[in-house]
């Protein structure tokens, strides 16, 4: 089971960016989908964002336009950037690879 690892979350102003890294410790090429996930304190884990070995991009509603997900195949890594941060975005990120991996997560905090 690939293990996954979460990077990159900080404390950001409403307006800023930020770009997260889910490193993982072997190859993704043979991986369908990579995802990622956040809560928000006192809220349920939701979808963020995902991405199909053929590069095919999947965005819940609230972050189209301004997040985009990439998929670093020789690095094994996927990469989700962030722009035009809003409060709401506020959670922990995870990364996952839809076969039951998660990493811990990183937290995100946009003040206002």
């Known amino acids: 089971q690939v293990q996954l690892v979460e990077s990159g979350g900080a404390l950001v102003q409403s307006g800023g960016l930020l770009r997260l890294r889910c490193a993982a410790s072997s190859s993704i090429f043979n991986i369908n989908e990579m995802s990622w996930y956040r809560q928000a304190p006192g809220k349920e884990r939701e979808f963020v964002a995902s991405i199909s070995r053929v590069s095919i991009r999947n965005y819940t509603n609230s972050v189209k336009g301004r997040f985009t997900i990439f998929r670093n195949i020789a690095g094994n890594i996927i990469t989700l950037e962030m722009n035009s941060l809003k409060p709401e975005d506020t959670g922990t990120y995870y990364c996952?690879?839809?076969?039951?991996?998660w990493g811990l997560g990183t937290q995100v905090t946009v003040s206002s």
């Open positions: 996952t690879d839809n076969e039951g991996s």
